[in-house]
T-cell receptor, first 111, second 114 residues
Framework: GNSVTQMEGPVTLSEEAFLTINCTYT??????LFWYVQYPGEGLQLLLK?????DKGSNKGFEATYRKETTSFHLEKGSVQVSDSAVYFC??????????FGAGTILRVKS | NAGVMQNPRHLVRRRGQEARLRCSPM?????VYWYRQLPEEGLKFMVY????????ESGMPKERFSAEFPKEGPSILRIQQVVRGDSAAYFC????????????FGSGTRLTVV
């Protein structure tokens, strides 16, 4: 079945550091890929998405590129801020139906 | 334009009681999805509904759990005879069509079973 694997956290960075959160997936077809962010006590917010190979999703300084050859969708940001502290979830959706999530990666940014 | 509304935000139930979680989708959205998030884990799909129909319930536990999305009113996730292991955050999402691209999540209901 479909699955998503994320790097374990927590990831602790200083402000303005470079961020990478790794995500790889297993799917039978050609899924759409997503990154969601969850702030404490809140629901999930869509951060960015990509629907086909080589697409790059971007939002608020975050980027991720759909790599079919490596089945990856790593999240990157050039300079993190304290306000980026949250839990980040990688997810896939096949046939436009339910989302399959990774376990989430906690990001802590220190000032 | 209100987003996906879930209530209550927090729910405490004693073992053996029933829990009812409500989800009102965004205006114009006719597809509803329920997910469960156990502590320190990601979200796990439970059920996908359209108005008056259950489309996919492959993630629902076989017993005690049920879901509905009536023609009028919110979607309801019902857990009968709750046990401590049911303690989790339950999230609802809605979309205007088949999901993925158009998902909007609610803020969740945090169920605590004591």
């Amino acid at each position: 079945g479909n699955s998503v694997t994320q790097m374990e956290g927590p990831v602790t960075l200083s402000e303005e550091a470079f961020l990478t959160i790794n995500c790889t997936y297993t799917a039978t077809g050609y899924p759409s890929l997503f990154w969601y962010v969850q702030y404490p006590g809140e629901g999930l917010q869509l951060l960015l998405k990509a629907t086909k190979a080589d697409d790059k999703g971007s939002n608020k300084g975050f980027e991720a590129t759909y790599r079919k050859e490596t089945t990856s969708f790593h999240l990157e940001k050039g300079s993190v801020q304290v306000s980026d502290s949250a839990v980040y979830f990688c997810a896939l959706s096949e046939y436009g139906n339910k989302l399959v999530f990774g376990a989430g990666t906690i990001l802590r940014v220190k000032s | 334009n209100a987003g996906v509304m879930q209530n209550p935000r927090h729910l405490v139930r004693r073992r053996g009681q029933e829990a009812r979680l409500r989800c009102s989708p965004m205006k114009g959205h006719s597809h509803v999805y329920w997910y469960r998030q156990l502590p320190e884990e990601g979200l796990k799909f439970m059920v996908y509904l359209q108005k008056e129909n259950i489309i996919d319930e492959s993630g629902m536990p076989k017993e005690r759990f049920s879901a509905e999305f009536p023609k009028e009113g919110p979607s309801i996730l019902r857990i009968q005879q709750v046990v401590r292991g049911d303690s989790a955050a339950y999230f609802c999402a809605s979309s205007p069509g088949t999901g993925g691209n158009g998902y909007t999540f609610g803020s969740g209901t945090r169920l605590t079973v004591v």
